[in-house]
């Protein structure tokens, strides 16, 4: 048998108290509690937590290089370890765009000397050069330097036949499209939800089908096609009802949502806080109730945090010129929680929504608890509190509507590899 290294003992494992056994960075077993551990293996006393897999986030915003004010490599993965996010697959509209194989690479070096082991960047490459939606990016090389997916991120491609030849393209080198579904004139201008309030409360719009459009344009031609799609942050009923008949018909389609499109409406707007601007807008009750439903019924594949940092002065303007985006990486979870507490989920959804079916969609490592799966695993306390201050988030942006709010939930440890990268032990209480 496998010598064992480390024991985590007296956890919980989808309802069940069990320890945990690491040999080689990978999971031996889990086994019933009490066990005899072998001689010199580490032994970490898991104090009744729940245990999870660690976290990989589809769908972050790192903003290096060219925008270090508002986070930097070193923040981003600061952040993602201590919101248990193993895994950060980071965008490509930084400065210069990440559409080379040298910016690629450059991200890469910066993550490894900054996490040695880990959370691990996984660079999404531009879909096309400078994310203008004019020429294909050059996906080869892209993908030989180390990026996971290709994505237009918020500049949806206008020309459809350009975003055919990029599905195509992209499909020669295992790479996934992520898109984010605008039609880029309904919505041109808005700054929340089109409906009732944005009219009482005197802003411009952007309606739920500036968003279903394009998500019927993208079902159709990976159906044509039959190549796959992965569609980014997904916030309204049209767009859930056009997936759901899509997966019936056997359509190679997959979607996200955020924490925020489950939990928040568009009434959060009517202080006319700027940390509630995001893109997609949050929308209307009906929508965020479609939502939940669709994420219990896995119309919705996964959860991701569309982490989006800025500078605490890029915020404090008004409501309609705040640029779009919440910072998420420190409070998904816990943010994700509530649904748990709530009854609508339970623990198997989180590991599912939030590691195993991202794991799946884009090819990388996912920790299922069985024998030999990386030892990629973090301990949450659902019950500890925290106060979510600029002294207590890790990431530089702070734009987040929770901000000096209390919220249930902390990631209390994060292992990776069966190595702690973070802990909440010794200060429990701090960041």
């Not at 020309?159 to 990029?166: G, K």
Request: proline share 6%; glycine share 10%; with cysteine.
């Amino acid at each position: 048998m496998p010598q064992i290294e480390l024991t985590v003992r007296n956890v919980f494992w989808q309802g069940r108290a069990c320890d945990l056994l690491v040999s080689g960075g990978r999971v031996l077993e889990l086994t019933e509690p009490g066990r005899e551990t072998a001689p010199g293996a580490a032994m970490v006393d898991g104090g009744g937590l729940m245990l999870l897999p660690s976290l990989i986030d589809a769908h972050t915003h790192l903003r290096e290089p060219g925008q270090e004010y508002k986070e930097t490599i070193v923040t981003g993965l600061a952040a993602a370890a201590g919101g248990g996010f193993g895994q950060v697959m980071a965008m490509a509209n930084t400065s210069p765009v990440n559409d080379s194989g040298a910016v690629t690479r450059f991200m890469l070096d910066r993550a490894h000397a900054a996490q040695p082991h880990g959370p691990w960047l996984r660079p999404v490459g531009a879909l096309t050069v400078g994310l203008r939606g004019k020429e294909l990016s050059p996906m080869a090389e892209l993908a030989a330097s180390g990026c996971v997916a290709v994505s237009n991120d918020g500049l949806p491609v206008e020309n459809t036949e350009i975003f055919r030849r990029a599905m195509e393209y992209a499909a020669d080198f295992g790479l996934t499209v992520i898109d984010h579904c605008e039609d880029p004139w309904l919505g041109r201008g808005g700054c929340m939800n089109e409906g009732e309030v944005s009219g009482r409360l005197g802003l411009k719009g952007v309606p739920t089908v500036s968003e279903a459009i394009q998500v019927a344009r993208d079902i159709l031609l990976a159906s044509y096609l039959d190549l796959p799609i992965h569609l980014a942050h997904i916030s309204c009923r049209e767009s859930v009802e056009l997936i759901a008949r899509a997966k019936e018909r056997g359509i190679a389609v997959t979607a996200e949502t955020c924490p925020h499109y489950l939990l928040w409406d568009e009434t959060l707007v009517e202080g006319y806080d700027p940390r509630a601007r995001v893109n997609p807008p949050l929308r209307a009750k009906d929508d965020v109730l479609a939502l939940r439903q669709a994420v219990r019924t896995g119309v919705i594949d996964i959860l991701v945090t569309d982490h989006a940092p800025h500078a605490d002065h890029e915020k404090d303007v008004t409501f309609a010129d705040a640029p779009n985006g919440i910072s998420g990486l420190d409070t998904a979870l816990s943010l994700t929680f509530r649904l748990v507490r709530g009854g609508e989920l339970d623990s198997a959804d989180l590991a599912r929504l939030w590691c195993w079916q991202t794991a799946e969609i884009f090819h990388l490592p996912g920790n299922r608890m069985r024998p030999g799966d990386p030892a990629d695993f973090i301990l949450f306390d659902p019950e500890r509190s925290w106060m979510v201050t600029s002294e207590s988030m890790l990431s530089k942006g702070r734009n987040t509507p929770c901000l000096n709010r209390e919220i249930p939930g902390r990631v209390m440890d994060h292992y990776l590899g069966g190595i702690s990268v973070f802990s909440r032990r010794e200060a429990p209480d701090g960041p």
